[in-house]
């Protein structure tokens, strides 16, 4: 399932400036971050932007997920 939600998540340089977005669409994972983190419910979402689909929010999740996986993180500046 993980592997099948991540293939929703593409890289394209001339989509977005390369930005991974939803499916090759014009959503960046970011900007769904950003719907959910001010508080929007996934049905909120999917109500107004009709060709959302709920394991495209599932696959953004999972990128972010994957994102902060990491063993350290540094500080680049005071």
């Given at each position: 399932m993980e592997n099948?939600?991540?293939q929703r998540i593409t890289i394209d340089p001339n989509i977005c400036h390369g930005k991974p977005c939803v499916r090759g669409l014009r959503y960046p994972v970011e900007f769904i971050l950003e719907l959910l983190s001010s508080g929007m419910s996934v049905e909120d979402i999917l109500a107004d932007y009709?060709?959302?689909e709920r394991d495209d929010i599932l696959?953004?999740?999972l990128?972010?997920?994957k994102l902060t996986q990491v063993k350290s993180?540094?500080?680049i500046a005071p």
């Open positions: 099948t939600l991540l009709d060709d959302l696959a953004a999740l990128f972010a997920t993180i540094y500080q």
